[in-house]
Every structure is written in structure tokens, then in C-alpha cells.
């Protein structure tokens, strides 16, 4: 499944989603697939940053402090090599 940009005021995330705030300073939401989850390259980017800094993030929701570019590669790269995790429909 595709990663979604969206705006800050979007309120409704699709079902077998979730929100990804990601930046160093000024965070963006991108809304992905759950399946990303399952993904050895998403786990092992959420396992760096909490060992760096905790699960405690002052935006209450999954917060990846990278540059946006760094996220969208690493989304780029599970897109393209997910055939075992993601479910194409």
C-alpha cells in the first residue's frame, strides 16, 4: 500500500492504517499501511529511535525524528522489496 501525505487537520486515518509524525524540528503526518509494521527495515528504524529517545513523544503519536526525505526512502524501499510483508489489493 502506498504512504499517504497528509495535512495536520485531516481527523479521519483508513482502517488497516496509521499516523507516522516525522521530522527534526517541524514534524509532518504521513498516514501507512499497519503492515509496515511487520517490516524488518520500519522495525529496525523504530528500534534506533527508541533507543535514542525513549517512547515518549511530545505529539502523543508514533514520532520518527528524521529528515522527511530520510522516511520517504525508507517507505520507498518497503514498497519496492514488501511483497512478503505488505498486502497489495
Known amino acids: 500500500m502506498a504512504r499517504y501525505h497528509s495535512s495536520s487537520n485531516v481527523d479521519g486515518i483508513p482502517k488497516g492504517c496509521f499516523s507516522v509524525y516525522v ?4 514534524k509532518k503526518r504521513f498516514i501507512v499501511s499497519l ?5 524488518p527495515s520500519f522495525q529496525n528504524m523504530l528500534n534506533l529511535f527508541q533507543e535514542e529517545y525513549g517512547y515518549t513523544h511530545p505529539m502523543g503519536g508514533l514520532t520518527f525524528p528524521c529528515k522527511e526525505e530520510t522516511f520517504i526512502e525508507l517507505t520507498r524501499d ?6 512478503p510483508y505488505l498486502n497489495r489489493r
Open 23 to 26: 521530522g527534526e524540528s517541524t
Open 35 to 39: 503492515a509496515y509494521l511487520k517490516h
Open 78 to 83: 518497503i514498497d519496492l522489496t514488501s511483497s
